[in-house]
């Protein structure tokens, strides 16, 4: 069972690149996120979806784009990267309402 | 909207003494309340959760947590304090209709002194 799994796991990006940071998970959640961990502030929501189709944004979407095309998969595609998305990033998936929330083991990017 | 406060960004226990870690909710339905602990460099790992069942809910480790309404709080507290538990715990908050999403206090981080 391999859960919420997150694509690269390390990435240096230089400041203007792009690239997607891929998660994919295997449990048939209809709930998906994406978010960023950053020194002293905690994880912060960038975009979430509630199913395919279906994505909405969180508390700091700017900068970043997420598609849902299947339910197993929620790309997050950094479209010019900057420094300030230096962060660790995390997805995350779960079923109904209450229910656990299960993270991938995250993402480290470094944008120089 | 919810939001939580976790006071004290970084505690220190002797090994063997209560680990009592502070938490306190905002939010404007009734919530969901969950702690997770995240050692170095790996993802989140759920501890506990609150879903408006019992108000003393248990988790791993010998964890639990007190849902206070009058206080709006859910501390974690477990008895006596092993090395191992040495890491950063994280208290979040969601609501029990819409989206359901998760929002994080800033993490406190759990130093166990031998």
């Known amino acids: 069972n391999a859960g919420v799994t997150q694509t690269p796991k390390f990435q240096v990006l230089k400041t203007g690149q792009s690239m997607t940071l891929q998660c994919a998970q295997d449990m048939n959640h209809e709930y998906m996120s994406w978010y960023r961990q950053d020194p002293g502030m905690g994880l912060r929501l960038i975009h979430y979806s509630v199913g395919a189709g279906i994505t909405d944004q969180g508390e700091v979407p700017n900068g970043y784009n997420v598609s849902r095309s299947t339910t197993e998969d929620f790309p997050l595609r950094l479209l010019s990267a900057a420094p300030s998305q230096t962060s660790v990033y995390f997805c995350?998936?779960?079923?109904?309402?209450?229910?656990?929330?299960?993270f991938g083991e995250g993402s480290w990017l470094t944008v120089v | 909207a919810q939001s939580v406060t976790q006071l004290g960004s970084h505690v220190s226990v002797s090994e063997g003494a209560l680990v009592l870690l502070r938490c306190n909710y905002s939010s404007s339905v009734p919530p969901y309340l969950f702690w997770y602990v995240q050692y170095p460099n790996q993802g989140l790992q759920l501890l506990l959760k609150?879903?408006?069942?019992?108000?003393l809910v248990k988790g791993i480790n010998g964890f639990e947590a007190e849902f206070k309404k009058s206080e709006t709080s859910f501390h974690l507290t477990k008895p006596s304090a092993h090395m191992s538990d040495a890491a950063e715990y994280f208290c979040?908050?969601?609501?029990?209709?819409?989206?359901?999403?998760?929002?994080f206090g800033t993490g406190t981080r759990l130093t166990v002194i031998p």
């Open positions: 609150y879903t408006s069942a019992a108000t």
């Open positions: 995350a998936s779960r079923t109904e309402v209450g229910n656990t929330i299960y």
């Open positions: 979040a908050v969601s609501s029990q209709t819409g989206a359901n999403n998760l929002f």
